[in-house]
């Protein structure tokens, strides 16, 4: 049971980040014509996220059925998003806004609280 909610996290933190990405080219009225350029913004925040949330034991399934764990997804995104602005800054060969990496990490943090209130509001009432 353990492996299939801590699969469950994995795949919904995907989900969230292509949601992200989606909604960020779209704020900027550009997702019509983005098309694999979404990559360069969604595949830096796998990669970060992949890299710190682990360290934050966010995939771990009791903490994450815990309501007062909540603050450790919110928190492992607050610290990739500056490594996600740096992937993706490497990635373009581009210069690094810091305004893009508060907005992009903020967003995501936000975006990852909701989804990770939502599992834990499904698994308490499971319990």
Do not use: E
């Amino acid at each position: 049971m353990k492996n299939k909610r801590r699969l469950i996290l994995i795949c919904g933190d995907v989900v969230v980040f292509g949601l992200v990405t989606l909604f960020g080219f779209s704020s900027h009225q550009t997702l019509g014509t983005a098309g694999s350029r979404m990559l360069a913004t969604f595949i830096p925040l796998v990669v970060g996220w992949g890299l710190i949330a682990p360290f934050l034991g966010v995939y771990d399934p009791d903490r994450a059925a815990d309501w007062r764990q909540l603050w450790r997804p919110f928190w492992a995104m607050v610290l990739a998003g500056p490594m996600v602005g740096w992937l993706r800054g490497a990635w373009l060969d581009q210069v690094i806004l810091p305004i893009f990496v508060v907005v992009l990490g903020g967003v995501s943090a936000l975006a990852i609280l909701a989804w990770r209130a939502a599992f834990w509001l499904v698994i308490s009432r499971i319990k």
